[in-house]
Nanobody, 125 residues
Framework: VQLQASGGGLVQAGDSLRLACTAS????????TAWFRQSLGKERELVAA????????YYADSVKGRFTISRDNAKNTVALQMNSLEPEDTAIYYC???????????????????WGQGTLVTVSS
């Protein structure tokens, strides 16, 4: 499974961005997927995650009410809608997917078998 992350950019505080993670899989299977982010000098952190079916989601406290994760299984795409962006949201955002045997997401980065290349989000004040 190859993941392609896109949608990052430079925005001002209060603006919105929509990230997309598209999976290329010969079997067209769906995977529990998460968005992590890593900013300079900090550890990678889980931002949001969604189960294989989309029935269950998770958000870090720092993004609750501002970010929304969703999936379109027909298009093998998981999106992260980011509203009311803050300078603290500046980071490289990575999408990651678990092996298909897992229905749900995990808070641990080592639980994800597949990673995208990352997309940079910069929020200016």
């Amino acid at each position: 499974v190859q993941l392609q992350a896109s949608g990052g950019g430079l925005v001002q505080a209060g603006d919105s961005l929509r990230l997309a993670c598209t999976a290329s899989s010969a079997s067209n299977d769906n995977h529990a997927t998460a968005w992590f982010r890593q900013s300079l000098g900090k550890e990678r952190e889980l931002v949001a995650a969604i189960s294989r079916t989309g029935a269950s989601t998770y958000y870090a406290d720092s993004v609750k009410g501002r970010f929304t994760i969703s999936r379109d299984n027909a298009k093998n795409t998981v999106a992260l809608q980011m509203n009311s962006l803050e300078p603290e949201d500046t980071a490289i955002y990575y999408c990651a997917a678990r092996a298909r045997t897992w229905m749900s997401y995990s808070p641990r980065s080592d639980a994800y078998a597949y990673w995208g290349q990352g997309t940079l989000v910069t929020v200016s004040s």
